[in-house]
């Protein structure tokens, strides 16, 4: 597609039930990011792939999230048993390679809320 | 490890006015250095980039960004702020090597009067 796409754009969970957000990088894009962005806040690094390897994912905060890329395209970010703390917008980024300087493009984003 | 600073949450400015929004970095290795903006419900858009070639660097929409070794900055500049530009602002800085790690600052948010 012309950019990164995210579905669902906005979720509303109640606390305890899992959700998958779905992220479409750009077609031909090798690297994929997911960052989590807290009200006021800037975005977090969450998790890192090149094709279909998770090569960082330093960044999960519990291993109640989870993400994979099984076909090294489509990735889903998935949290299990969500708490209040989660509510954040979930961004997809993708570029090219993981080559310096390479430009990331982001997603509109996922909202996420949990009641 | 790196991280951003980003002096001042809000920034109010008139139409027509500068704008100087502030950041300033901490990194073990020479860095690259973004500029995004944030319109409401939306993603995050590239503004300009620092990868160590020209210090300064334009940008799209009229912006531009000097690095300053000396002074760990890397400011972003608009000459006359137009009342498209009111967004959020973030700066964030990147190891060369490792592109996955990009650290972002909490951001500015840049409102503009009539």
């Known amino acids: 597609g012309a950019g990164v796409s995210q579905s669902p754009r906005y979720k509303v969970a109640k606390r305890g039930q899992d959700v998958a957000l779905r992220c479409d990088p750009i077609?031909?894009?090798?690297?994929l990011f997911w960052y989590q962005q807290a009200l006021g806040q800037g975005p977090e690094f969450l998790t890192y792939?090149?094709?279909?390897?998770?090569?960082?994912k330093s960044g999960l905060p519990s291993d109640r999230f989870f993400a994979e890329r099984p076909e090294g395209s489509v990735s889903t970010l998935k949290i299990q048993r969500t708490q209040q703390e989660d509510s954040a917008v979930y961004l997809c980024?993708?570029?090219?390679?993981?080559?310096?300087?390479?430009?990331?493009?982001f997603g509109e984003g996922s909202w996420l809320t949990v009641v | 490890a790196q991280s951003v600073t980003q002096l001042g949450s809000h920034v109010s400015v008139s139409e027509g006015a500068l704008v100087l929004l502030r950041c300033n970095y901490s990194?073990?290795?020479?860095?690259?250095l973004f500029w995004y903006v944030q319109y409401p419900n939306q993603g995050l858009q590239l503004l300009l980039k620092?990868?160590?070639?020209?210090?300064l660097v334009k940008g799209i929409n009229g912006f531009e960004a000097e690095f300053k070794k000396s002074e760990t900055s890397f400011h972003l500049t608009k000459p006359s702020a137009h009342m498209s530009d009111a967004a959020e602002y973030f700066c964030?800085?990147?190891?060369?090597?490792?592109?996955?790690?990009?650290?972002f600052g909490a951001g500015t948010r840049l409102t503009v009067k009539p």
């Open positions: 077609s031909g894009h090798v690297s």
């Open positions: 964030a800085v990147s190891d060369p090597y490792n592109n996955n790690d990009m650290r």
């Open positions: 620092y990868t160590s070639a020209a210090t």
């Open positions: 980024a993708s570029s090219f390679t993981q080559g310096v300087g390479n430009t990331i493009y």
């Open positions: 990194s073990s290795v020479p860095p690259y």
């Open positions: 792939f090149q094709n279909e390897a998770q090569l960082d």
